[in-house]
C-alpha cells in the first residue's frame, strides 16, 4: 500500500464545509467569462477585497495582493494563516449580506455557488462590484481563473507569472501522464457517514483530478456527489480509494477497508489507499499540477511521477 496521508473524515457535516471551498457542488463553466467580466478583470483593482472561497482567497494570497483582502469566508484554508490574519465572514453559502457590507468592501470576488442568493443580491444591490468566479477544471481554465484573479486584486504581472508557472507543471505533469500504461480506476469518497459511500461520478472535481493523476474514476453512471449502496461501490471494481483528510474524526486504512462496500475491492486486496487535504487536492488553483502529481505518485509510484 502507497499510504500518502493518514486520516480521512467521516463527518458528513465537516465535509461539506470543506466542499463549499472547494467548489464540490459547482458545475464545471461551459463558456468563457463574459466581455464585460473580462474587460473588469483588466481593470485597476478597487482597493477592499471581500474573497469568497478558498480558490479566491489562495490566488490573491499567491499573487501578493493579501492586503487588499478585508475579509473571507470560513473555506479560506490556505494559506493556514488567512482565517487568523482577516475578518471572517462566515460559511461561503450561508453569507450574511450585512455581515459582508460591514466591512466596507470595494469589491466582492465569490466563488459559483457563494450566496444564499438573497445575501449576493443584497451586496450587489448595494452598489459594490461583485465578480463571481466560474468553475474551472482544466489546465488553460485555471491560468485563466489566475489572470483574472490576480488582475482584480491589482498584480496582472505576477499573474501572469503564476499562471505560466502552473501551465510548465501541467505540462510535465501531461508527460508523466504519457507513461502509464494501464491505468488505474480510482474511486472518490466524499463521506462515509454511517457507513454509507458518498462518491464523486463525473462531472466534478473529483473525476477531473482522478483524471489528471492519469486514472480513470471508477465511479460511472451518474454526475455530481451521490450516494452509493455497498454493491455498487462492489462492481466499481475500484483500485484505489481516495478521501479528504479535513475533520475531527478520521478513520484508518484498516477501518475503511473493513467496510462491506469496500472489503471485497481491489483497493483491499491491494491496501491502496490515500487521504490529502481538500482544497489542495479539489480547489483547482495554483497549486492544482502538484496535487494531482502528489496523487499521481501516491497511485503509481515515484517512477512514473517523476518529472
Known amino acids: 500500500m502507497r499510504r500518502f496521508r493518514p486520516g480521512i473524515s467521516v463527518l458528513a457535516s465537516s465535509l461539506l464545509s470543506l466542499a463549499a471551498a472547494v467548489g464540490l457542488f459547482a458545475q464545471p463553466s461551459s463558456t468563457p467569462w463574459s466581455g464585460a467580466l473580462a474587460a473588469r478583470a483588466q481593470t485597476p483593482a478597487p482597493g477592499r477585497i471581500v ?38 465572514v462566515g460559511y461561503v453559502r450561508a453569507l450574511s449580506a450585512e455581515g459582508v457590507l ?13 450566496g444564499p442568493p438573497d445575501a449576493m443580491k443584497l451586496i450587489e444591490e448595494s452598489g459594490i462590484n461583485v465578480v463571481h468566479v466560474p ?8 491560468a485563466d ?12 504581472a505576477r499573474g501572469e507569472t503564476i499562471a505560466a508557472e502552473t501551465a510548465a507543471k501541467f505540462r510535465a505533469l501531461e508527460t508523466a501522464r504519457s507513461r502509464i500504461k494501464t491505468p488505474k480506476r480510482i474511486l472518490f ?25 492519469g486514472a480513470v474514476n471508477a465511479v460511472q453512471g451518474f454526475d455530481g456527489y451521490k450516494p452509493m449502496t455497498d454493491e ?13 483528510n479535513r475533520g475531527d474524526h478520521a478513520a484508518s486504512a484498516d477501518q475503511v477497508f473493513a467496510m ?14 490515500a487521504s490529502m487535504d ?29 518529472p
Open 189 to 213: 469518497a466524499l463521506s462515509l457517514q454511517n457507513g454509507r459511500v458518498m462518491a464523486g461520478g463525473g462531472n466534478t472535481s473529483a473525476d477531473a483530478i482522478i483524471k489528471l493523476a
Open 51 to 88: 474573497a469568497l472561497g478558498g480558490v479566491v482567497t489562495e490566488i490573491l494570497y499567491a499573487v501578493g495582493a493579501q492586503d487588499r483582502i478585508v475579509g473571507l469566508d470560513t473555506t479560506s484554508l490556505y494559506p493556514p494563516g488567512a482565517m487568523k490574519d482577516k475578518p471572517n
Open 135 to 142: 468553475e474551472e477544471f482544466t489546465a488553460d481554465g485555471i
Open 278 to 306: 481538500g482544497l489542495y487536492l479539489l480547489g483547482f488553483g495554483p497549486r492544482t499540477p502538484d496535487a494531482a502529481g502528489d496523487l499521481m505518485r501516491a497511485v503509481y509510484g515515484a517512477d512514473v511521477a517523476k
Open 145 to 156: 481563473r489566475i489572470r483574472k484573479v490576480a488582475a482584480l486584486g491589482g498584480a496582472p
Open 102 to 114: 460591514s466591512l466596507n468592501p470595494s469589491l466582492v470576488i465569490a466563488i459559483d455557488g457563494a
Open 260 to 273: 462491506p462496500a469496500f472489503a471485497p475491492t481491489p483497493a483491499a486486496r491491494g491496501r491502496s489507499f
Open 232 to 244: 455498487s461501490v462492489i462492481a466499481a471494481a475500484p483500485d484505489f480509494i481516495l478521501v479528504m
